[in-house]
């Protein structure tokens, strides 16, 4: 069980992912992981293994950062080609998307499941490039994934000398290049804090007309990917008390009008340069170093995310920074309305990305591993590719 990566110096060679030791996923009829019966069971010990069956195998890591989940495949997916991340993201999209709909979508995932796909980087300074998918196609930047797979490189092996206190991980997004640091101590990764590409704001005070909602202002930033921001109070809600569905109506119908009404651009692709989603916030835009600031962020097909969201951090600090309301080094605390969970965020670097002044954004949060499985598409089975409920 392997996928390509691009070591250090640009040449292409094979890591190994042994998932042996911790699941039964494409085991051999010799390779079982028993169940121990619980002590007042009278159950005899069962074997977990796949009985024989037709159809393809694909092998994945799940974790979650903040809530948010993140299933990493590691085996079953076809060769994704192209000669640039942003030529294999197009491939996978035009080729290969009865995958992802087969391992984010039910009866595997459901509606609001995150995956990661590790392939090569034609980067020198990437230990892994990787392809980001969701319940609609594919996005440019995942801060809870870079967080996650910041751990998955270090503990299986993608980085051959992990150091402590922490480990470098250079993760290469469809966005740019990701630097990630790792806690490593005593052979065991911990927290994750990574410096983003240039983040900067689009336009703010933009004026939208919203189905239901009437004319709605929002600011524009770009944190790896363009988010729409607005105050939540807009829509009579709260990101911490009102109901889910409620908010995530109002940031779909935000990001449609968004999307209807406003061209955007990027100066280094066209590949960037589209509206991921709404982020809704508690307003609390002046920096505080002990009071957190909340939000909810709704993106792709009305997929909530669970944690604070690690590239709408930084695109709230590149807003923040640019309307003057947090300082270089300044870090905030930016609790999920979801699930109370924390990231912490900060300017660290002006910079400048093409025609725009834009900053340097350090995210820090945690990652945890929830399982590792092997996913079957029995030959039989009807809804084998994957299906969504509207």
């Known amino acids: 069980m392997s996928y390509i990566a691009r070591s250090r110096q640009g040449a292409a060679k094979r890591l190994p992912i042994d998932l042996a030791t911790v699941t039964a996923a494409e085991t051999n009829e ?3 992981v028993p169940l121990k019966p619980e002590a007042t069971s009278n159950r ?5 293994r796949l009985p024989p069956h037709g159809g393809a195998k694909l092998s994945v890591v799940d974790m979650h950062a903040g809530g948010e989940p993140l299933r990493i495949i590691v085996s079953g997916y076809p060769e994704v080609k192209g000669h640039t991340l942003l030529s ?3 491939y ?8 992802r709909r087969a391992l984010m979508l039910e009866p595997r995932g459901h509606g609001d499941m995150y995956g990661a796909l590790p392939v090569a980087s034609e980067l020198p ?5 990787v392809l980001f998918m969701h319940n609609e196609g594919y996005s440019t930047m995942c801060g809870h994934a870079v967080m996650a797979l910041g751990r998955f490189a270090v503990d299986y092996g993608l980085v051959k000398e992990p150091r402590s206190p922490e480990t470098p991980v250079n993760i290469h997004c469809p966005c740019g290049l990701v630097r990630a640091f790792v806690e490593y101590a005593d052979g065991k990764t911990g927290a994750v804090r990574f410096l983003s590409v240039p983040a900067f704001v689009f336009a703010t005070d933009v004026t939208v007309a919203v189905e239901g909602f009437g004319d709605v202002t929002v600011d ?3 944190g790896g990917a363009f988010y729409a921001i607005v105050d939540a109070r807009r829509f009579g809600l709260d990101v911490s008390e009102s109901r889910t569905r409620d908010l995530a109506d109002a940031a779909t119908a935000v990001t449609k009008a968004v999307k209807s009404q406003v061209k955007l651009r990027h100066p280094l692709s066209d590949d960037l340069a589209f509206l991921y989603g709404t982020i809704l916030t508690d307003g609390k835009e002046e920096f505080s170093s002990s ?9 792709a097909e009305a997929q909530v995310d669970r944690s604070p969201t690690g590239s709408g951090v930084t695109a709230r600090v590149a807003l923040q920074y640019h309307r003057g309301q947090i300082q270089l080094k300044q870090s905030r605390t930016f609790r999920s309305g979801a699930t109370g969970s924390q990231f912490t965020g900060k300017a660290v670097e002006e910079t400048t990305c093409g025609d725009f002044k834009a900053v340097v954004v350090e995210v820090a949060g945690a990652a945890f591993y929830t399982g590792v499985s092997c996913l079957v598409q029995e030959t039989e089975d009807r809804l084998k590719d994957g299906f969504a409920l509207k």
């Open 30 to 32: 010799e390779e079982k």
């Open 44 to 48: 005899a010990a069962m074997d977990v």
């Open 88 to 90: 294999k993201r197009r």
């Open 92 to 99: 996978a999209r035009q080729h290969l998307d009865h995958l």
């Open 125 to 129: 300074d990437a230990h892994l490039g």
């Open 220 to 222: 524009i930033s770009y």
């Open 291 to 299: 009071d957190a600031t909340a939000n909810v962020c709704v993106f």
